[in-house]
């Protein structure tokens, strides 16, 4: 059988959310099927090491789709030629979007419908295509799969699709987070903060995370506590953040807000194992994959209350209304206590042990099987 991938987003060295999980999943995928041949599909040249066994084959196929016109033009009118070229039995696309000109079986799998509930931190262009399309891929996908038992109930209620249609994979943190010794943690501390504790935040820098309020409540906790402790932001800057750049601006304690920009992984493990918690606080996730991350690392987590954020916390983090920066500040006030830390990393590293990629792996090969028609997991 051969099994096309849309791969446009495995990008060396600038992975995300979605991107990690194609380059935590895929290897797992091919290297446990190995009967069977995969066409990774690229619109720009790519990195040798995602070419992760033998029976994978990679093309390049243009134009560059990062516009919703080239969305179109690639997944509408390229894909289908390369279907039917290769003669493919199955596509998979991991992030969400399918060709709706083939009858070949197909696969996706959506990671949330944020755009349905926060479209003004999209793109009027983006929200538009992202509407008219997803729920047409969905009803078009032969099998889908998704992160949490959230965007699985939220697909069906926002599209009506069929329950057994939808595969819950869910996702995990790189084995590579684990904890740090109290030496290391120092080490990185001075490294970052002139040895100064902090709380971080990792991910886009984008109104749907919230750092404006997160920023609120930081400069509420420190009025509070003679402290200095600090705030770190590690990640790049995505979408009109003018309203948090203004609060920024206005705060009493700006001057222990450090901003990192993008680490590298190696950075961001040494970073998140050395924190005093976690705030990821955002407005909506499909997931958060932050969350295993920083449990992983034995580090306690400040979450919002809402949307898939407790199911994957697991009662294992302190959860706080994403609209409330005295709650949030609040929460980091508890995070003051050794005992509410220690208890909060031991549920952690317990909790995190729920997600591996190699079970997201299992479960994705169960969503082409189901695709197929076919009940084994061995074809």
């Not at 990008?11 to 194609?22: C, V």
């Not at 690229?42 to 243009?62: L, T």
């Not at 599209?159 to 057994?164: H, N, R, S």
């Not at 943690?185 to 991910?203: A, S």
Request: hydrophobic share 40%.
């Amino acid at each position: 059988m051969l099994i096309a991938v849309n791969c446009r987003l495995l990008l060396y060295g600038r992975l995300e959310g979605i991107g990690r999980y194609m380059d935590e999943t895929l290897p797992l995928l091919v290297k446990a099927h190995p009967q069977h041949q995969f066409l990774f599909i690229f619109d720009r040249a790519w990195h040798p090491s995602f070419i992760y066994a033998d029976n994978v084959k990679a093309i390049k196929v243009g134009p560059q789709a990062r516009h919703p016109f080239l969305y179109y033009l690639w997944f509408e009118w390229m894909l289908p030629m390369v279907f039917k070229k290769y003669k493919v039995d199955l596509f998979l696309s991991l992030d969400g979007y399918l060709s709706l000109r083939t009858d070949i079986p197909q696969v996706n799998v959506i990671h949330d419908l944020a755009f349905e509930h926060f479209p003004e931190g999209i793109s009027q262009i983006n929200v538009w295509h992202y509407k008219k399309y997803f729920q047409q891929y969905c009803r078009k996908a032969a099998h889908i799969a998704t992160v949490s038992e959230y965007t699985k109930s939220d697909i069906l209620k926002t599209y009506g699709i069929a329950p057994e249609k939808i595969t819950v994979t869910g996702n995990a943190a790189n084995s590579s987070f684990e904890p740090l010794a109290k030496e290391e943690q120092e080490v990185v501390r001075k490294k970052y903060n002139n040895g100064c504790p902090y709380f971080l935040y990792t991910g886009a820098i984008h109104p749907r995370k919230n750092i404006g309020n997160l920023l609120l409540a930081f400069d509420y906790f420190k009025t509070k506590n003679n402290t200095t402790i600090k705030l770190l932001v590690a990640g790049r800057e995505a979408w009109k953040n003018e309203e948090m750049k203004e609060i920024y601006n206005s705060m009493r304690h700006k001057y222990d807000v450090v901003f990192t920009g993008r680490l590298s992984d190696a950075e961001l493990q040494e970073v998140m194992a050395s924190a005093l918690g976690l705030c990821y606080v955002s407005l909506f996730e499909g997931f958060g994959i932050p969350i295993i991350e920083a449990m992983q690392c034995g580090t306690p987590v400040i979450t919002s209350n809402n949307t898939s954020m407790p199911e994957v916390a697991g009662g294992a983090a302190l959860l706080a209304d994403p609209l409330s920066p005295t709650e949030i500040a609040e929460r980091m006030e508890q995070l003051l206590s050794e005992e509410t830390r220690n208890e909060l990393a031991a549920n952690g590293l317990e909790n995190a042990k729920r997600y591996t990629w190699e079970k997201a792996a299992e479960l994705l090969w169960g969503a082409v099987t189901s695709a197929l028609g076919r009940g084994s997991l061995v074809l």
